[in-house]
């Protein structure tokens, strides 16, 4: 156990629809940072919050969007679903942007229909 | 794209030594290696990681070469509960944003047999 949460653990959504997942940090960490890991692959690194604010981004489209709050945690945004979007989104959290070690949730299994 | 190489599969016998390979023969000076496993339908688990020196903590050890282009993950006493994806990844540490961000590639599947 993390000490990460997110929530909801699947979902199920149609092409064109809009998603939002979310992530509650460990205790005393800052950051933030999602993952998108479609079957058989490794997770993709979509971007990362730090402070509030969008620290750092992967090869992503901009439907992809996110937020942190005050208390760090964190929704992931997707807007215009694809079937290609089908996944299990990933949050990983840390101390700050620049640390060694990222602590992730058992993630959002996502599937677009 | 991943910097690392790692065998798609692997099986191990429960109570044996399991030594998992990883390739990064392009690795920089300052890149770390580290190692990070996934057990099914949970997120990534952070093992160990180091630059040049041997590293041990309570769940293995890493053994990394002299040219520091090849490492080997050891779990030492496999048990069924490590069967997972092991994941090799490099990187350089205290960097934020997306530089710091972890490269997965597919891993290695180790399966652990009784």
């Known amino acids: 156990e993390t000490g990460v949460t997110q929530s909801p653990t699947h979902l199920i959504k149609t092409r064109g629809q809009q998603v939002t997942l979310r992530c509650s940090s460990q205790s005393g960490h800052n950051t933030v940072s999602w993952y998108q890991q479609a079957l058989g692959q490794g997770p993709q690194f979509i971007f990362q919050?730090?402070?509030?604010?969008?620290?750092g981004r992967g090869n992503f489209p901009p439907r992809f969007s996110g937020l942190q709050f005050p208390n760090y945690s964190s929704e992931l945004n997707v807007n215009a679903l694809e079937l290609d979007d089908s996944a299990l989104y990933l949050c990983a959290s840390s101390i700050g942007p620049r640390t060694d070690t990222q602590y992730f949730g058992p993630g959002t299994r996502l599937t677009v229909l | 794209d991943a910097k690392t190489t790692q065998p798609t599969s692997m099986d191990c016998a429960e109570g044996r030594a399991a030594n998992l390979p990883c390739n990064h023969s392009t690795i920089s000076g300052n890149e770390y290696v580290y190692w990070y496993r996934q057990i099914h339908s949970q997120g990534p688990q952070y093992i160990i990681h180091g630059l040049k020196n041997n590293e041990t903590n309570e769940m293995a050890s890493l053994i990394i070469t002299e040219d520091r282009k090849s490492s080997t993950l050891i779990l030492p006493h496999a048990t069924l509960r490590d069967t997972a994806v092991y994941y090799c990844i490099v990187r350089i540490p205290n960097y934020g944003g997306s530089q710091g961000n972890l490269i997965f590639g597919k891993g290695t599947k180790l399966s652990v047999k009784p």
């Open positions: 919050y730090y402070r509030e604010e969008e620290n």
